[in-house]
């Protein structure tokens, strides 16, 4: 079956409460269970090596600390297909430079 041909599955994972959501998965990010477990956990729960969680974007105070997490070489190359992922007002984590800085050219952090 080609890839085209392939169902539609609904991200796993979750975001959890406002507020309360971001801070547990940096405890458990950070704290109770490391980076490796933390990232074990959640595969093993969601039976998916892509899914929603809360991870360090920026500081603490980050605007939004919600991502899709991929852990896989299969999976990690959708980033890249315009058609999937919306490319625009993006560097990394949560900085945009001005397009004036840019010469009106929106940058990649990833070539």
Known sequence: ?????LPLKEIPGSYGLPFFGPIKDRYDFF???????????????YNSTVFRANVRPGPFNAKDSKVMVLLDAVSFPVLFDVSKVKKRDVFTGTFMPST?????YRVCSYC
Do not use: L, P
């Open 1 to 5: 079956m080609s890839s085209e041909n």
């Open 100 to 104: 004036h800085f840019t010469g009106g």
């Open 31 to 45: 704290y109770k269970q490391g980076q490796d477990e933390f990232f074990r956990a959640r595969v093993k729960k």
